[in-house]
Protein backbone atom coordinates (compact mmCIF):
# COMPACT_ATOMS: atom_id res chain seq x y z
CA UNK A 1 0.00 0.00 0.00
CA UNK A 2 1.53 3.25 -0.90
CA UNK A 3 0.04 6.59 0.21
CA UNK A 4 0.02 9.24 -3.43
CA UNK A 5 -1.97 11.99 -2.08
CA UNK A 6 -3.72 12.96 1.36
CA UNK A 7 -7.03 11.40 -0.24
CA UNK A 8 -4.99 8.90 -2.71
CA UNK A 9 -3.88 5.38 -2.09
CA UNK A 10 -2.09 2.61 -3.87
CA UNK A 11 -3.22 -0.78 -3.37
CA UNK A 12 -1.10 -3.65 -4.80
CA UNK A 13 -2.16 -7.13 -5.00
CA UNK A 14 -0.89 -10.47 -6.27
CA UNK A 15 -2.28 -11.15 -9.21
CA UNK A 16 -0.20 -12.95 -12.59
CA UNK A 17 -2.98 -12.11 -15.40
CA UNK A 18 -1.48 -10.31 -18.24
CA UNK A 19 -2.64 -6.77 -18.36
CA UNK A 20 -1.95 -4.14 -20.94
CA UNK A 21 -1.96 -0.93 -20.30
CA UNK A 22 -5.05 1.08 -19.98
CA UNK A 23 -7.05 -2.01 -19.22
CA UNK A 24 -9.03 -1.69 -16.20
CA UNK A 25 -10.47 -4.52 -13.45
CA UNK A 26 -13.87 -4.57 -11.61
CA UNK A 27 -12.85 -4.30 -7.71
CA UNK A 28 -15.51 -5.57 -5.19
CA UNK A 29 -15.15 -5.16 -1.36
CA UNK A 30 -17.73 -7.55 0.34
CA UNK A 31 -20.68 -4.96 1.14
CA UNK A 32 -19.98 -2.88 -0.86
CA UNK A 33 -20.46 -1.27 -4.91
CA UNK A 34 -18.32 -3.11 -7.35
CA UNK A 35 -16.37 -0.01 -9.37
CA UNK A 36 -14.27 -0.10 -12.34
CA UNK A 37 -10.64 0.75 -12.06
CA UNK A 38 -7.76 1.51 -14.15
CA UNK A 39 -4.58 -0.65 -13.41
CA UNK A 40 -1.84 1.88 -12.22
CA UNK A 41 0.89 -0.50 -11.40
CA UNK A 42 1.94 -3.59 -13.96
CA UNK A 43 4.04 -6.29 -12.91
CA UNK A 44 4.64 -10.11 -13.98
CA UNK A 45 3.29 -11.51 -10.35
CA UNK A 46 1.34 -8.00 -9.04
CA UNK A 47 -0.95 -5.25 -10.28
CA UNK A 48 -2.14 -2.02 -8.74
CA UNK A 49 -4.91 0.04 -8.14
CA UNK A 50 -4.58 3.89 -7.13
CA UNK A 51 -7.65 4.88 -5.79
CA UNK A 52 -8.84 8.49 -4.52
CA UNK A 53 -11.09 8.41 -1.50
CA UNK A 54 -14.47 10.00 -3.35
CA UNK A 55 -17.30 7.70 -2.69
CA UNK A 56 -18.63 5.32 -0.28
CA UNK A 57 -16.78 2.13 -1.76
CA UNK A 58 -13.70 4.02 -2.15
CA UNK A 59 -13.54 5.42 1.05
CA UNK A 60 -14.22 1.86 2.77
CA UNK A 61 -11.46 0.66 0.28
CA UNK A 62 -8.95 3.27 1.74
CA UNK A 63 -9.54 1.62 5.06
CA UNK A 64 -8.26 -1.78 4.05
CA UNK A 65 -4.60 -2.82 5.40
CA UNK A 66 -1.98 -5.19 4.08
CA UNK A 67 -3.30 -8.69 4.07
CA UNK A 68 -6.73 -7.52 3.85
CA UNK A 69 -8.96 -9.15 0.67
CA UNK A 70 -10.37 -7.86 -2.17
CA UNK A 71 -11.95 -9.42 -5.15
CA UNK A 72 -10.73 -8.13 -8.36
CA UNK A 73 -12.23 -9.19 -12.17
CA UNK A 74 -10.86 -8.41 -15.40
CA UNK A 75 -8.87 -7.47 -17.06
CA UNK A 76 -11.26 -5.93 -19.57
CA UNK A 77 -11.29 -3.02 -21.91
CA UNK A 78 -8.73 -2.22 -25.21
CA UNK A 79 -5.89 -0.54 -23.89
CA UNK A 80 -3.65 1.86 -25.01
CA UNK A 81 -1.83 1.27 -28.25
CA UNK A 82 2.21 2.28 -27.42
CA UNK A 83 2.92 1.77 -31.19
CA UNK A 84 2.45 5.21 -32.63
CA UNK A 85 5.95 7.14 -32.64
CA UNK A 86 6.85 9.77 -30.65
CA UNK A 87 4.18 9.72 -28.00
CA UNK A 88 2.93 12.61 -25.15
CA UNK A 89 0.75 10.99 -22.09
CA UNK A 90 -1.28 13.12 -20.33
CA UNK A 91 -2.71 12.33 -16.94
CA UNK A 92 -5.41 14.69 -14.98
CA UNK A 93 -6.03 14.14 -11.44
CA UNK A 94 -6.28 10.57 -10.33
CA UNK A 95 -6.69 9.89 -14.14
CA UNK A 96 -2.97 10.28 -13.88
CA UNK A 97 -3.00 6.33 -12.82
CA UNK A 98 -4.36 4.63 -15.67
CA UNK A 99 -1.99 6.14 -18.04
CA UNK A 100 1.39 5.73 -15.74
CA UNK A 101 1.59 2.01 -16.93
CA UNK A 102 1.75 3.54 -20.41
CA UNK A 103 4.59 5.91 -19.00
CA UNK A 104 6.89 2.87 -17.83
CA UNK A 105 6.11 0.89 -20.71
CA UNK A 106 6.84 3.63 -23.53
CA UNK A 107 9.36 5.72 -21.78
CA UNK A 108 7.52 8.80 -23.31
CA UNK A 109 7.25 12.47 -22.54
CA UNK A 110 4.45 12.97 -20.44
CA UNK A 111 2.61 15.52 -18.08
CA UNK A 112 1.09 14.94 -14.82
CA UNK A 113 -1.57 17.61 -14.26
CA UNK A 114 -3.93 18.36 -10.98
CA UNK A 115 -5.50 21.30 -9.01
CA UNK A 116 -2.82 21.92 -6.44
CA UNK A 117 0.84 20.51 -5.27
CA UNK A 118 -1.04 18.37 -2.86
CA UNK A 119 -3.13 16.88 -5.72
CA UNK A 120 -0.08 15.70 -8.30
CA UNK A 121 -0.02 12.08 -7.61
CA UNK A 122 2.88 9.08 -8.45
CA UNK A 123 5.03 12.00 -10.23
CA UNK A 124 8.63 10.15 -8.98
CA UNK A 125 7.10 6.96 -10.35
CA UNK A 126 6.51 8.43 -13.82
CA UNK A 127 10.11 10.44 -13.49
CA UNK A 128 11.63 7.52 -13.09
CA UNK A 129 10.49 5.93 -16.78
CA UNK A 130 9.50 9.79 -18.98
CA UNK A 131 12.29 10.83 -21.00
CA UNK A 132 10.79 14.32 -20.02
CA UNK A 133 8.48 14.78 -17.11
CA UNK A 134 6.61 18.15 -16.55
CA UNK A 135 3.70 18.84 -14.10
CA UNK A 136 1.10 20.96 -14.53
CA UNK A 137 -0.83 22.96 -11.85
CA UNK A 138 -4.27 25.00 -11.66
CA UNK A 139 -2.51 27.37 -8.61
CA UNK A 140 1.02 27.43 -9.87
CA UNK A 141 1.87 25.61 -6.52
CA UNK A 142 4.32 23.05 -8.88
CA UNK A 143 5.47 23.21 -12.28
CA UNK A 144 4.32 25.16 -14.71
CA UNK A 145 1.37 27.08 -13.98
CA UNK A 146 -1.81 26.32 -16.13
CA UNK A 147 -3.79 23.12 -16.97
CA UNK A 148 -2.79 19.85 -19.03
CA UNK A 149 -4.49 21.37 -21.87
CA UNK A 150 -2.62 24.47 -22.03
CA UNK A 151 1.25 22.57 -21.17
CA UNK A 152 0.41 20.68 -23.46
CA UNK A 153 0.10 23.08 -26.45
CA UNK A 154 3.34 24.37 -25.05
CA UNK A 155 4.99 20.87 -25.36
CA UNK A 156 4.00 20.25 -29.03
CA UNK A 157 5.60 23.78 -30.10
CA UNK A 158 8.82 22.67 -28.89
CA UNK A 159 8.67 18.99 -30.23
CA UNK A 160 6.76 16.75 -32.95
CA UNK A 161 4.42 14.43 -31.34
CA UNK A 162 2.58 12.08 -33.53
CA UNK A 163 0.13 11.14 -30.71
CA UNK A 164 -1.58 12.02 -27.54
CA UNK A 165 -2.40 9.72 -25.07
CA UNK A 166 -4.68 10.93 -21.93
CA UNK A 167 -6.89 10.16 -19.17
CA UNK A 168 -8.41 13.00 -16.90
CA UNK A 169 -11.80 14.43 -16.11
CA UNK A 170 -13.72 14.56 -19.62
CA UNK A 171 -13.48 18.55 -20.09
CA UNK A 172 -9.64 17.69 -19.85
CA UNK A 173 -9.97 15.22 -22.27
CA UNK A 174 -11.93 17.09 -24.54
CA UNK A 175 -10.27 20.20 -24.75
CA UNK A 176 -7.44 17.70 -25.28
CA UNK A 177 -8.84 16.29 -28.71
CA UNK A 178 -9.44 19.95 -30.48
CA UNK A 179 -6.01 20.94 -29.27
CA UNK A 180 -4.84 17.22 -31.26
CA UNK A 181 -7.33 18.52 -33.88
CA UNK A 182 -6.04 21.60 -34.46
CA UNK A 183 -1.99 20.52 -34.11
CA UNK A 184 -3.11 18.06 -36.76
CA UNK A 185 -1.56 14.55 -34.51
CA UNK A 186 -3.37 11.60 -33.24
CA UNK A 187 -4.84 10.43 -30.18
CA UNK A 188 -6.16 8.27 -27.52
CA UNK A 189 -8.29 8.92 -24.99
CA UNK A 190 -9.54 7.09 -21.69
CA UNK A 191 -12.71 7.45 -21.21
CA UNK A 192 -15.32 6.76 -17.96
CA UNK A 193 -18.80 5.72 -18.00
CA UNK A 194 -21.29 4.15 -15.40
CA UNK A 195 -20.73 0.49 -15.38
CA UNK A 196 -22.79 -2.48 -14.32
CA UNK A 197 -21.42 -5.68 -15.81
CA UNK A 198 -17.74 -4.52 -17.26
CA UNK A 199 -17.15 -7.04 -19.98
CA UNK A 200 -18.96 -5.65 -22.73
CA UNK A 201 -22.84 -7.26 -22.24
CA UNK A 202 -25.18 -5.32 -20.59
CA UNK A 203 -25.00 -2.08 -22.92
CA UNK A 204 -25.25 0.43 -20.51
CA UNK A 205 -22.01 2.24 -20.68
CA UNK A 206 -22.34 3.24 -23.98
CA UNK A 207 -21.47 6.47 -25.81
CA UNK A 208 -23.85 6.74 -28.52
CA UNK A 209 -22.98 3.12 -29.50
CA UNK A 210 -19.30 2.08 -28.29
CA UNK A 211 -19.50 0.15 -25.17
CA UNK A 212 -16.42 2.18 -23.05
CA UNK A 213 -15.72 -1.18 -21.30
CA UNK A 214 -15.19 -3.61 -24.17
CA UNK A 215 -15.45 -0.75 -27.42
CA UNK A 216 -12.86 1.49 -25.11
CA UNK A 217 -11.95 2.71 -22.41
CA UNK A 218 -9.64 4.15 -24.93
CA UNK A 219 -10.83 5.55 -28.25
CA UNK A 220 -8.69 7.60 -30.90
CA UNK A 221 -9.07 10.09 -33.18
CA UNK A 222 -11.07 8.00 -35.79
CA UNK A 223 -13.25 6.88 -33.34
CA UNK A 224 -13.92 10.43 -31.10
CA UNK A 225 -15.67 12.36 -33.44
CA UNK A 226 -18.37 9.52 -33.56
CA UNK A 227 -18.61 10.03 -30.31
CA UNK A 228 -21.33 12.59 -30.06
CA UNK A 229 -22.32 12.40 -26.42
CA UNK A 230 -18.23 13.05 -25.23
CA UNK A 231 -18.40 16.20 -22.87
CA UNK A 232 -22.23 16.47 -23.76
CA UNK A 233 -24.17 14.00 -22.03
CA UNK A 234 -23.79 10.32 -20.34
CA UNK A 235 -26.46 7.45 -18.67
CA UNK A 236 -27.75 7.10 -15.08
CA UNK A 237 -28.11 3.33 -14.28
CA UNK A 238 -31.53 3.47 -15.26
CA UNK A 239 -30.34 4.15 -18.93
CA UNK A 240 -31.91 8.04 -18.47
CA UNK A 241 -29.49 10.70 -20.46
CA UNK A 242 -27.78 13.27 -18.40
CA UNK A 243 -26.60 16.29 -19.36
CA UNK A 244 -22.53 17.20 -18.52
CA UNK A 245 -22.58 20.51 -19.64
CA UNK B 1 -29.53 -21.93 -53.91
CA UNK B 2 -30.04 -21.70 -49.30
CA UNK B 3 -32.36 -19.01 -47.79
CA UNK B 4 -31.13 -18.04 -44.20
CA UNK B 5 -34.85 -16.29 -43.92
CA UNK B 6 -36.76 -17.19 -40.87
CA UNK B 7 -40.74 -16.57 -40.03
CA UNK B 8 -42.20 -16.98 -37.06
CA UNK B 9 -45.80 -17.02 -37.45
CA UNK B 10 -46.86 -13.94 -38.93
CA UNK B 11 -43.46 -12.20 -39.25
CA UNK B 12 -40.38 -12.87 -41.73
CA UNK B 13 -36.90 -12.16 -40.55
CA UNK B 14 -33.91 -11.96 -43.19
CA UNK B 15 -31.71 -13.74 -40.74
CA UNK B 16 -32.85 -16.28 -38.33
CA UNK B 17 -30.67 -14.43 -35.69
CA UNK B 18 -31.66 -11.97 -33.34
CA UNK B 19 -30.45 -10.13 -30.25
CA UNK B 20 -31.70 -11.72 -26.98
CA UNK B 21 -33.33 -8.80 -24.61
CA UNK B 22 -30.93 -7.28 -22.00
CA UNK B 23 -27.55 -7.46 -24.68
CA UNK B 24 -26.82 -4.27 -26.25
CA UNK B 25 -30.54 -2.64 -26.05
CA UNK B 26 -30.94 -0.34 -23.46
CA UNK B 27 -30.20 2.51 -26.18
CA UNK B 28 -31.79 3.15 -29.47
CA UNK B 29 -27.70 3.30 -30.90
CA UNK B 30 -26.76 0.24 -29.62
CA UNK B 31 -29.35 -1.60 -31.21
CA UNK B 32 -28.90 0.21 -34.56
CA UNK B 33 -25.52 -1.16 -34.33
CA UNK B 34 -26.31 -4.83 -33.66
CA UNK B 35 -29.17 -4.86 -36.71
CA UNK B 36 -25.77 -3.98 -38.95
CA UNK B 37 -24.13 -7.10 -37.52
CA UNK B 38 -26.17 -9.56 -39.30
CA UNK B 39 -28.89 -9.93 -36.68
CA UNK B 40 -32.92 -10.44 -38.26
CA UNK B 41 -33.45 -8.65 -35.54
CA UNK B 42 -33.23 -6.80 -31.95
CA UNK B 43 -35.29 -7.65 -28.66
CA UNK B 44 -35.28 -4.84 -26.59
CA UNK B 45 -34.26 -4.39 -22.82
CA UNK B 46 -36.95 -5.46 -20.82
CA UNK B 47 -38.86 -1.84 -20.45
CA UNK B 48 -41.25 -1.72 -17.13
CA UNK B 49 -43.66 0.98 -16.15
CA UNK B 50 -41.22 3.33 -14.44
CA UNK B 51 -37.41 4.23 -14.48
CA UNK B 52 -35.25 0.92 -12.62
CA UNK B 53 -32.11 1.41 -11.72
CA UNK B 54 -31.86 -2.43 -11.26
CA UNK B 55 -29.55 -4.35 -8.45
CA UNK B 56 -26.61 -2.72 -6.65
CA UNK B 57 -23.30 -3.94 -8.55
CA UNK B 58 -21.76 -6.79 -8.19
CA UNK B 59 -24.45 -7.73 -10.27
CA UNK B 60 -22.27 -9.46 -13.18
CA UNK B 61 -20.14 -12.08 -12.54
CA UNK B 62 -17.81 -14.27 -15.05
CA UNK B 63 -18.28 -18.65 -14.37
CA UNK B 64 -16.78 -21.64 -16.17
CA UNK B 65 -18.72 -22.24 -19.38
CA UNK B 66 -20.75 -18.71 -18.68
CA UNK B 67 -21.52 -16.06 -17.07
CA UNK B 68 -24.18 -15.12 -14.34
CA UNK B 69 -25.97 -11.65 -13.80
CA UNK B 70 -28.86 -9.72 -11.69
CA UNK B 71 -29.03 -6.72 -13.35
CA UNK B 72 -32.26 -6.44 -11.76
CA UNK B 73 -33.82 -4.78 -15.12
CA UNK B 74 -32.43 -1.69 -15.31
CA UNK B 75 -34.54 0.60 -18.05
CA UNK B 76 -35.51 4.16 -18.25
CA UNK B 77 -39.41 3.23 -18.06
CA UNK B 78 -41.95 3.41 -21.46
CA UNK B 79 -41.88 6.70 -21.45
CA UNK B 80 -38.61 7.38 -21.89
CA UNK B 81 -38.02 4.34 -23.65
CA UNK B 82 -39.77 5.83 -26.90
CA UNK B 83 -37.13 8.04 -27.68
CA UNK B 84 -35.04 4.94 -28.18
CA UNK B 85 -36.95 3.49 -30.33
CA UNK B 86 -37.45 6.50 -32.51
CA UNK B 87 -33.72 6.15 -33.48
CA UNK B 88 -33.31 1.72 -34.02
CA UNK B 89 -37.06 0.76 -35.94
CA UNK B 90 -36.25 3.28 -38.90
CA UNK B 91 -33.27 0.89 -39.03
CA UNK B 92 -34.85 -2.41 -38.83
CA UNK B 93 -36.95 -4.92 -36.82
CA UNK B 94 -37.52 -4.12 -33.05
CA UNK B 95 -39.30 -6.61 -30.63
CA UNK B 96 -40.55 -4.75 -27.73
CA UNK B 97 -39.53 -6.90 -24.62
CA UNK B 98 -41.81 -6.07 -21.23
CA UNK B 99 -41.97 -6.92 -17.99
CA UNK B 100 -45.03 -6.17 -15.53
CA UNK B 101 -46.27 -7.04 -12.51
CA UNK B 102 -49.93 -8.28 -13.66
CA UNK B 103 -52.36 -8.49 -16.74
CA UNK B 104 -52.92 -4.33 -17.09
CA UNK B 105 -49.40 -3.46 -16.61
CA UNK B 106 -48.37 -5.71 -19.55
CA UNK B 107 -51.00 -4.73 -21.46
CA UNK B 108 -50.43 -1.04 -21.29
CA UNK B 109 -46.69 -1.52 -21.96
CA UNK B 110 -47.40 -3.32 -25.30
CA UNK B 111 -49.38 -0.94 -26.61
CA UNK B 112 -46.98 1.41 -26.21
CA UNK B 113 -44.29 -0.72 -27.90
CA UNK B 114 -46.78 -1.25 -30.47
CA UNK B 115 -47.12 2.71 -30.68
CA UNK B 116 -43.52 3.06 -30.94
CA UNK B 117 -43.32 0.62 -33.82
CA UNK B 118 -42.13 -2.12 -32.45
CA UNK B 119 -42.86 -5.37 -34.94
CA UNK B 120 -43.68 -7.68 -31.70
CA UNK B 121 -43.89 -7.75 -28.46
CA UNK B 122 -41.93 -10.24 -26.11
CA UNK B 123 -43.38 -10.50 -22.35
CA UNK B 124 -40.43 -10.71 -20.05
CA UNK B 125 -42.09 -14.18 -18.02
CA UNK B 126 -39.10 -15.55 -16.79
CA UNK B 127 -36.19 -13.06 -15.49
CA UNK B 128 -35.25 -14.98 -12.58
CA UNK B 129 -33.93 -11.93 -10.12
CA UNK B 130 -36.84 -9.45 -10.02
CA UNK B 131 -39.11 -9.66 -6.85
CA UNK B 132 -42.82 -9.43 -7.98
CA UNK B 133 -41.55 -9.89 -11.87
CA UNK B 134 -40.41 -11.76 -14.25
CA UNK B 135 -40.16 -15.69 -13.43
CA UNK B 136 -42.65 -14.99 -10.12
CA UNK B 137 -45.32 -14.33 -12.55
CA UNK B 138 -44.24 -16.20 -15.39
CA UNK B 139 -44.42 -19.72 -13.00
CA UNK B 140 -48.48 -20.05 -12.72
CA UNK B 141 -50.24 -21.26 -16.20
CA UNK B 142 -53.18 -19.44 -14.76
CA UNK B 143 -51.48 -15.85 -14.52
CA UNK B 144 -49.84 -16.65 -17.80
CA UNK B 145 -52.71 -16.91 -19.53
CA UNK B 146 -54.12 -14.15 -18.21
CA UNK B 147 -51.09 -12.06 -18.85
CA UNK B 148 -50.96 -13.07 -22.58
CA UNK B 149 -54.88 -12.58 -23.01
CA UNK B 150 -54.49 -8.93 -21.69
CA UNK B 151 -51.69 -8.42 -24.04
CA UNK B 152 -53.51 -10.02 -26.96
CA UNK B 153 -56.34 -7.99 -26.52
CA UNK B 154 -54.13 -4.55 -26.30
CA UNK B 155 -52.25 -5.18 -29.51
CA UNK B 156 -52.28 -6.45 -33.15
CA UNK B 157 -48.48 -6.89 -33.79
CA UNK B 158 -47.47 -10.46 -32.40
CA UNK B 159 -47.41 -11.41 -29.24
CA UNK B 160 -44.49 -13.47 -27.77
CA UNK B 161 -43.50 -15.01 -24.14
CA UNK B 162 -40.33 -16.06 -22.72
CA UNK B 163 -40.29 -18.63 -20.44
CA UNK B 164 -37.97 -19.80 -17.94
CA UNK B 165 -36.21 -22.94 -17.55
CA UNK B 166 -36.43 -22.76 -13.68
CA UNK B 167 -39.83 -24.93 -13.99
CA UNK B 168 -40.63 -28.58 -14.04
CA UNK B 169 -44.55 -27.24 -16.04
CA UNK B 170 -42.90 -25.70 -18.81
CA UNK B 171 -45.11 -27.81 -20.62
CA UNK B 172 -48.25 -26.65 -19.14
CA UNK B 173 -47.20 -22.56 -19.23
CA UNK B 174 -46.24 -23.43 -23.09
CA UNK B 175 -49.39 -24.44 -23.66
CA UNK B 176 -51.04 -21.73 -21.15
CA UNK B 177 -49.48 -19.50 -23.58
CA UNK B 178 -50.91 -20.80 -27.16
CA UNK B 179 -54.35 -21.20 -25.17
CA UNK B 180 -54.39 -17.50 -24.85
CA UNK B 181 -53.67 -16.56 -28.09
CA UNK B 182 -50.21 -16.21 -27.88
CA UNK B 183 -47.95 -15.76 -31.23
CA UNK B 184 -44.70 -17.47 -30.13
CA UNK B 185 -42.93 -18.83 -27.36
CA UNK B 186 -38.86 -17.65 -26.79
CA UNK B 187 -37.23 -20.74 -24.62
CA UNK B 188 -35.32 -20.14 -22.57
CA UNK B 189 -33.97 -17.03 -19.87
CA UNK B 190 -31.63 -17.89 -17.60
CA UNK B 191 -31.39 -20.45 -15.19
CA UNK B 192 -31.37 -19.55 -11.50
CA UNK B 193 -27.63 -19.51 -10.34
CA UNK B 194 -25.43 -18.11 -7.49
CA UNK B 195 -21.50 -17.92 -7.54
CA UNK B 196 -19.90 -17.73 -3.66
CA UNK B 197 -16.40 -16.43 -2.82
CA UNK B 198 -14.51 -18.73 -0.83
CA UNK B 199 -12.31 -15.97 0.28
CA UNK B 200 -15.12 -13.70 1.86
CA UNK B 201 -17.45 -16.78 2.54
CA UNK B 202 -20.67 -14.48 0.61
CA UNK B 203 -22.62 -14.79 -2.43
CA UNK B 204 -21.10 -12.72 -5.24
CA UNK B 205 -24.20 -10.84 -6.33
CA UNK B 206 -25.39 -8.46 -4.19
CA UNK B 207 -28.77 -9.74 -4.94
CA UNK B 208 -27.36 -13.06 -4.08
CA UNK B 209 -28.47 -15.15 -6.81
CA UNK B 210 -28.79 -14.47 -10.30
CA UNK B 211 -29.39 -16.35 -14.09
CA UNK B 212 -26.84 -18.41 -15.61
CA UNK B 213 -26.38 -17.80 -19.38
CA UNK B 214 -23.58 -18.83 -22.11
CA UNK B 215 -22.77 -21.72 -23.35
CA UNK B 216 -23.38 -24.22 -20.38
CA UNK B 217 -27.07 -23.45 -20.68
CA UNK B 218 -26.75 -24.78 -23.95
CA UNK B 219 -28.05 -28.16 -23.66
CA UNK B 220 -30.92 -26.97 -21.19
CA UNK B 221 -32.82 -24.76 -24.04
CA UNK B 222 -32.29 -27.31 -26.53
CA UNK B 223 -33.94 -29.77 -24.52
CA UNK B 224 -36.93 -27.48 -23.49
CA UNK B 225 -37.29 -26.21 -27.10
CA UNK B 226 -37.46 -29.96 -28.17
CA UNK B 227 -39.93 -30.83 -25.51
CA UNK B 228 -42.08 -27.43 -26.42
CA UNK B 229 -41.84 -28.65 -29.88
CA UNK B 230 -43.94 -32.19 -28.80
CA UNK B 231 -46.78 -30.41 -27.21
CA UNK B 232 -47.13 -26.74 -29.29
CA UNK B 233 -48.58 -25.94 -32.34
CA UNK B 234 -47.40 -22.43 -32.04
CA UNK B 235 -43.32 -20.90 -33.25
CA UNK B 236 -40.76 -21.44 -30.84
CA UNK B 237 -38.13 -18.87 -30.91
CA UNK B 238 -34.92 -20.91 -29.78
CA UNK B 239 -32.14 -18.81 -27.64
CA UNK B 240 -29.66 -19.82 -24.31
CA UNK B 241 -25.85 -20.19 -24.54
CA UNK B 242 -25.94 -20.10 -28.75
CA UNK B 243 -22.42 -19.35 -29.78
CA UNK B 244 -21.80 -20.70 -33.21
CA UNK B 245 -23.65 -22.18 -36.26
CA UNK B 246 -24.10 -25.70 -34.65
CA UNK B 247 -25.86 -24.57 -31.54
CA UNK B 248 -28.21 -22.69 -33.92
CA UNK B 249 -28.50 -25.90 -35.61
CA UNK B 250 -29.38 -27.42 -33.17
CA UNK B 251 -31.72 -25.56 -32.07
CA UNK B 252 -33.70 -25.06 -35.21
CA UNK B 253 -33.40 -29.23 -34.99
CA UNK B 254 -35.08 -29.00 -31.50
CA UNK B 255 -38.00 -27.33 -32.82
CA UNK B 256 -36.93 -24.03 -33.40
CA UNK B 257 -38.26 -21.04 -36.24
CA UNK B 258 -35.53 -18.68 -35.50
CA UNK B 259 -32.92 -18.28 -32.25
CA UNK B 260 -31.77 -15.38 -30.61
CA UNK B 261 -28.26 -14.84 -29.14
CA UNK B 262 -26.96 -13.09 -25.84
CA UNK B 263 -23.95 -13.91 -24.19
CA UNK B 264 -21.86 -14.51 -27.19
CA UNK B 265 -22.18 -11.09 -27.67
CA UNK B 266 -19.85 -10.38 -25.14
CA UNK B 267 -17.58 -13.93 -25.85
CA UNK B 268 -17.26 -13.78 -29.58
CA UNK B 269 -18.41 -9.86 -29.92
CA UNK B 270 -20.74 -8.46 -32.31
CA UNK B 271 -19.51 -10.39 -35.25
CA UNK B 272 -21.01 -13.28 -33.76
CA UNK B 273 -24.13 -13.01 -36.23
CA UNK B 274 -22.42 -12.87 -39.96
CA UNK B 275 -19.83 -15.99 -38.33
CA UNK B 276 -23.14 -18.04 -37.51
CA UNK B 277 -24.87 -16.99 -40.76
CA UNK B 278 -22.32 -18.10 -42.71
CA UNK B 279 -21.55 -21.32 -40.90
CA UNK B 280 -25.14 -21.86 -41.08
CA UNK B 281 -25.13 -21.41 -44.68
CA UNK B 282 -22.69 -23.48 -45.51
CA UNK B 283 -24.16 -26.25 -43.49
CA UNK B 284 -27.73 -25.94 -44.93
CA UNK B 285 -26.08 -26.03 -48.15
CA UNK B 286 -23.27 -29.68 -47.71
CA UNK B 287 -26.47 -31.03 -45.86
CA UNK B 288 -29.29 -30.27 -48.21
CA UNK B 289 -31.74 -28.39 -46.07
CA UNK B 290 -32.65 -25.22 -48.82
CA UNK B 291 -34.76 -22.97 -45.78
CA UNK B 292 -34.52 -22.81 -42.17
CA UNK B 293 -38.17 -24.17 -41.70
CA UNK B 294 -37.04 -27.19 -43.98
CA UNK B 295 -34.35 -27.75 -40.65
CA UNK B 296 -37.00 -26.80 -37.84
CA UNK B 297 -37.45 -29.70 -36.39
CA UNK B 298 -35.58 -31.88 -37.74
CA UNK B 299 -34.45 -33.94 -34.40
CA UNK B 300 -38.10 -35.12 -33.69
CA UNK B 301 -38.11 -38.74 -34.88
CA UNK B 302 -41.10 -37.80 -37.30
CA UNK B 303 -38.92 -35.61 -38.79
CA UNK B 304 -36.02 -36.66 -38.64
CA UNK B 305 -33.76 -38.30 -41.32
CA UNK B 306 -32.87 -41.45 -42.70
CA UNK B 307 -30.53 -43.94 -41.30
CA UNK B 308 -28.48 -43.62 -43.95
CA UNK B 309 -28.33 -39.71 -44.31
CA UNK B 310 -27.52 -39.53 -40.88
CA UNK B 311 -24.90 -42.54 -41.24
CA UNK B 312 -23.41 -39.97 -44.16
CA UNK B 313 -23.26 -36.99 -42.33
CA UNK B 314 -21.75 -38.18 -39.48
CA UNK B 315 -19.06 -40.01 -41.16
CA UNK B 316 -18.54 -36.24 -42.98
CA UNK B 317 -18.22 -34.78 -40.04
CA UNK B 318 -15.56 -37.22 -38.70
CA UNK B 319 -13.61 -36.50 -42.04
CA UNK B 320 -13.26 -32.94 -41.48
CA UNK B 321 -12.01 -33.23 -38.16
CA UNK B 322 -9.18 -35.93 -39.54
CA UNK B 323 -8.29 -33.61 -42.03
CA UNK B 324 -8.14 -30.63 -39.18
CA UNK B 325 -6.13 -32.72 -36.82
Same mark, same amino acid.
Given at each position: ????????????????????????????????D?????????????????????????????????????????????????????????????????V???????????????????????D???????????? +???????????????????? +????????????? !?????????K?????????????????? /????????????D???????????????????E???? %???? /???????? | ???????????????????????????????????????????????G?? !???????????????????A?????????????????A???? %??????????????????? %????????????????P????????????????????? +???? =?????????????????????? +???????? =??? =????????????????????????G???????????????????????????????????????Y??????????????????? /??????????????????????S????????????S???????????????????
Amino acid at each position: MIEESYDTKTFVFGWNEEVRPGQFVMVWVPGLDEIPMSVSGINARTKSITVKAIGEATRKIHELGVGDRIRIRGPYGNGFDLSRGEMLVVGGGVGTAAVIPAIVQSGADAIIAARTKDDVIMDDLARRYSKDLRI +ATDDGSMGFHGNAVQLMKEM +AAEKRYDCVLACG !PEVMLYFTYKACQDLGIGCQLSMERYMK /CGAGICGCCVMDDMRVCKDGPVFDERQIPLLTEFWKS %KRDP /CGRIVSLR | MVSLIAKVGALSFDKPGMVASGIMDETGQSMVRMLGCGAGAVVSKSVGMK !PNEGHANPCFTETEGGMVNAMGLPNPGIELFEEEMKVAVPHG %KIIGSIYGSGPEEFGALAG %KMEDYGACAVELNLSCPHAKGYGMEVGTDPRMVRDIVS +AVKS =AVDIPVWAKLTPNSHILADIGM +AVQEAGGD =AVV =AVNTLKAMVISPEFARPVLSNRFGGLSGKVLKPVGVRAVYDLRTVLDIPIVGVGGISTWRDAAEYIMAGASAFQVGSAVLTEGP /CVFECINEGLEAFMHDYGYGSVSAMEGAAHERGGRSNRECDRGVLRHQDVRVRME
